[in-house]
Nanobody, 125 residues
Framework: QVQLVESGGGSVQPGGSLRLSCAAS????????MAWFRQAPGKEREGVAN????????EYADSVKGRFTISRDNAKNTVYLQMNSLKPEDTAMYYC??????????????????WGQGIQVTVDS
Protein backbone atom coordinates (compact mmCIF):
# COMPACT_ATOMS: atom_id res chain seq x y z
CA GLN A 1 0.00 0.00 0.00
CA VAL A 2 1.53 3.28 -1.14
CA GLN A 3 1.24 6.17 1.26
CA LEU A 4 2.18 9.83 0.97
CA VAL A 5 2.54 12.11 3.98
CA GLU A 6 2.96 15.86 3.55
CA SER A 7 4.53 18.25 6.03
CA GLY A 8 5.90 21.77 6.20
CA GLY A 9 2.89 23.94 5.53
CA GLY A 10 1.84 26.96 7.54
CA SER A 11 1.37 30.70 7.41
CA VAL A 12 3.84 33.19 6.01
CA GLN A 13 3.89 36.82 4.98
CA PRO A 14 4.08 37.81 1.31
CA GLY A 15 7.63 37.46 0.04
CA GLY A 16 8.39 34.70 2.51
CA SER A 17 9.37 31.09 1.96
CA LEU A 18 8.16 27.64 2.93
CA ARG A 19 9.35 24.14 2.11
CA LEU A 20 6.84 21.33 1.76
CA SER A 21 7.89 17.71 2.12
CA CYS A 22 6.18 14.57 0.89
CA ALA A 23 7.43 11.29 2.31
CA ALA A 24 6.53 8.25 0.21
CA SER A 25 6.32 4.69 1.47
CA UNK A 26 5.36 1.43 -0.14
CA UNK A 27 6.81 2.09 -3.57
CA UNK A 28 9.16 -0.43 -5.11
CA UNK A 29 12.03 0.75 -7.22
CA UNK A 30 11.19 1.92 -10.70
CA UNK A 31 10.09 4.92 -12.63
CA UNK A 32 7.54 6.98 -10.81
CA UNK A 33 6.24 10.50 -11.14
CA MET A 34 5.59 12.68 -8.15
CA ALA A 35 3.77 15.96 -8.27
CA TRP A 36 2.41 18.80 -6.22
CA PHE A 37 -1.09 20.13 -6.78
CA ARG A 38 -2.99 22.88 -5.00
CA GLN A 39 -6.57 23.88 -4.52
CA ALA A 40 -7.74 27.27 -3.34
CA PRO A 41 -11.24 27.78 -1.93
CA GLY A 42 -13.79 27.88 -4.71
CA LYS A 43 -11.27 26.89 -7.38
CA GLU A 44 -10.35 23.70 -9.16
CA ARG A 45 -7.30 21.70 -8.16
CA GLU A 46 -4.33 22.63 -10.33
CA GLY A 47 -0.91 21.20 -11.01
CA VAL A 48 2.00 23.14 -9.55
CA ALA A 49 5.08 21.03 -10.34
CA ASN A 50 6.09 17.47 -11.11
CA UNK A 51 9.28 15.45 -11.17
CA UNK A 52 10.28 12.20 -12.81
CA UNK A 53 12.02 10.20 -10.12
CA UNK A 54 14.52 8.56 -12.44
CA UNK A 55 15.97 11.43 -14.46
CA UNK A 56 14.74 14.23 -12.17
CA UNK A 57 13.24 16.11 -15.09
CA UNK A 58 10.69 18.63 -13.91
CA GLU A 59 7.77 20.74 -15.08
CA TYR A 60 6.27 23.83 -13.48
CA ALA A 61 3.09 25.82 -13.80
CA ASP A 62 3.72 29.25 -15.31
CA SER A 63 2.41 30.90 -12.15
CA VAL A 64 5.24 29.45 -10.03
CA LYS A 65 8.18 29.32 -12.44
CA GLY A 66 11.24 30.99 -10.99
CA ARG A 67 9.77 30.93 -7.48
CA PHE A 68 9.12 27.25 -6.69
CA THR A 69 11.54 24.35 -6.98
CA ILE A 70 10.62 20.67 -6.84
CA SER A 71 13.32 18.17 -5.88
CA ARG A 72 13.67 14.68 -4.49
CA ASP A 73 15.85 12.84 -2.00
CA ASN A 74 16.28 9.27 -3.18
CA ALA A 75 17.61 8.00 0.15
CA LYS A 76 14.65 9.41 2.07
CA ASN A 77 11.97 8.67 -0.56
CA THR A 78 10.91 12.26 -0.15
CA VAL A 79 9.91 14.98 -2.57
CA TYR A 80 10.21 18.64 -1.65
CA LEU A 81 8.60 21.83 -2.88
CA GLN A 82 10.67 24.88 -2.02
CA MET A 83 8.44 27.93 -2.31
CA ASN A 84 10.06 31.36 -2.38
CA SER A 85 8.68 34.85 -2.96
CA LEU A 86 5.27 33.66 -1.87
CA LYS A 87 2.23 35.66 -2.89
CA PRO A 88 -1.29 35.79 -1.40
CA GLU A 89 -2.54 33.98 -4.50
CA ASP A 90 -0.39 31.00 -3.52
CA THR A 91 -2.72 30.41 -0.58
CA ALA A 92 -4.23 26.96 -1.00
CA MET A 93 -4.33 23.40 0.22
CA TYR A 94 -1.32 21.66 -1.30
CA TYR A 95 -1.41 17.98 -2.20
CA CYS A 96 1.34 15.54 -3.06
CA UNK A 97 0.50 12.85 -5.60
CA UNK A 98 2.28 9.91 -7.19
CA UNK A 99 1.87 7.54 -10.14
CA UNK A 100 3.82 4.78 -11.79
CA UNK A 101 5.68 5.63 -14.96
CA UNK A 102 6.64 8.95 -16.46
CA UNK A 103 4.99 12.22 -15.60
CA UNK A 104 2.01 13.16 -17.72
CA UNK A 105 0.91 16.67 -18.52
CA UNK A 106 1.05 18.81 -15.41
CA UNK A 107 -2.73 19.25 -15.27
CA UNK A 108 -3.58 15.55 -15.71
CA UNK A 109 -4.96 15.04 -12.21
CA UNK A 110 -6.86 11.89 -13.11
CA UNK A 111 -3.63 10.06 -13.95
CA UNK A 112 -2.56 10.08 -10.31
CA UNK A 113 -3.80 7.18 -8.20
CA UNK A 114 -2.12 8.06 -4.93
CA TRP A 115 -2.65 11.29 -3.00
CA GLY A 116 -1.54 12.71 0.30
CA GLN A 117 -3.95 14.17 2.81
CA GLY A 118 -3.13 17.78 1.91
CA ILE A 119 -1.47 20.56 3.82
CA GLN A 120 -2.49 24.21 4.15
CA VAL A 121 -0.33 27.07 2.95
CA THR A 122 -1.50 30.58 3.81
CA VAL A 123 0.21 33.74 2.56
CA ASP A 124 -1.15 36.79 4.30
CA SER A 125 0.16 39.97 5.80
Amino acid sequence: QVQLVESGGGSVQPGGSLRLSCAASGYTSGDICMAWFRQAPGKEREGVANINWGDISTEYADSVKGRFTISRDNAKNTVYLQMNSLKPEDTAMYYCAAKDGWCPSLQSLSDFATWGQGIQVTVDS
